[in-house]
């Protein structure tokens, strides 16, 4: 029950992000349709697209974070 909890309360994260347009800060298009996705995949009942949706979720925040603070070059 504590699981199903978990991944309701990260689709709509996802869900919640995808409308705003904006996660850690404004999202692409690409993020946008990737997000969409993943609050889909965590709402379909199976531990693979529990697993996909976590896994996209995380690449999301990464390319957020370091768009926000992008490393120093050189």
């Not at 990737?34 to 690449?59: E, H, K, Q, R, S």
Request: hydrophobic share 55%; net charge positive; with cysteine.
């Amino acid at each position: 029950v504590v699981g199903v909890g978990i991944m309701v309360a990260l689709s709509l994260i996802c869900l919640e992000a995808a409308l705003a347009n904006y996660f850690l800060r404004k999202t692409t298009t690409t993020e946008t349709i990737c997000l969409y996705v993943a609050a889909l995949l965590f709402l379909w009942p199976n531990l693979m697209t529990y697993i996909v949706g976590t896994a996209l979720l995380a690449v999301i925040v990464m390319m957020q974070r370091d768009w926000k603070n992008p490393r120093p070059t050189g």
